[in-house]
């Protein structure tokens, strides 16, 4: 699992890493958007939030959390990039995964800076037009992190899976971190 604030690379450190570790790379994000893009019914209860930077309700991702975990690709492992986002979510991680007698094996904490986690996303807003990647969204998704995601580094510390992985610099340098913290 890798964790960390909006803009910390996430993404693309997750890509990376699954292509080493040959697992499906899982975003719940990635799945939002793809929703919302089709207009499904999932895509239309998600947008408003995701337009405002707020999270998607629990009751709504934990449905698409089991579905992932459930899914005949997951069976070798995933590698979870962007959920769970809160306690609740988490939990529930942790529920699916006992009954398949699985775990969560590691959660790679990316860390950033906030000035340049902010940077990275007005950036990314300039590349890729994402429609959440405004100041003002922006901001409000740094707190949400902060207040609802952030806790879940001490509920995984206590399970003893956690490495913090320093998140500046290069993106092949973070790699060779991400590695090492990985095994
Ligand atoms: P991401 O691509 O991971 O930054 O997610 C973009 C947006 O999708 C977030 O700001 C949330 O609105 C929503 N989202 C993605 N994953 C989750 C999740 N696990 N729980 C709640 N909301 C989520």
């Given amino acids: 699992m890798i964790l960390g604030a909006p ?12 292509e080493h570790l040959r697992v ?3 975003s719940t994000g990635e799945l939002l958007r793809a929703a919302v893009k089709r207009g499904t019914p999932l895509g239309k209860q998600a947008k408003t939030y995701m337009d405002q930077g707020l999270l998607v309700p629990d ?3 934990l449905g ?6 459930d899914s005949r690709d997951a069976a070798g492992g995933v590698l979870m990039d962007g959920f769970p986002r809160t306690v609740p979510q988490a939990a ?3 529920r699916v995964l006992a ?6 094996d590691r959660v790679l904490v990316l860390e950033v800076d ?5 940077n990275r996303l007005l950036g990314r807003a300039a590349k890729e037009g994402r429609s959440d990647d405004n100041l003002e969204s922006i901001k409000q998704r740094l707190q949400v992190y902060h207040a609802q995601t952030a806790p879940l580094i001490s509920y995984y510390e206590r399970q003893g899976v956690v490495r913090r992985v320093p998140g500046m610099g290069q993106v092949e ?4 971190r991400m590695r090492a913290a990985a095994t």
């Fill in 99 to 104: 009954d398949r007698k699985a775990r969560v």
């Fill in 173 to 176: 340098e973070i790699q060779v």
């Fill in 64 to 69: 698409l959390i089991r579905e992932i975990l």
């Fill in 92 to 94: 529930a991680v942790d």
């Fill in 7 to 18: 803009g910390s690379g996430k993404g693309t450190q997750g890509k990376l890493l699954a």
């Fill in 24 to 26: 499906p790379q899982v």
């Fill in 59 to 61: 009751e709504v991702i």
């Fill in 114 to 118: 906030e000035g340049e986690l902010v």
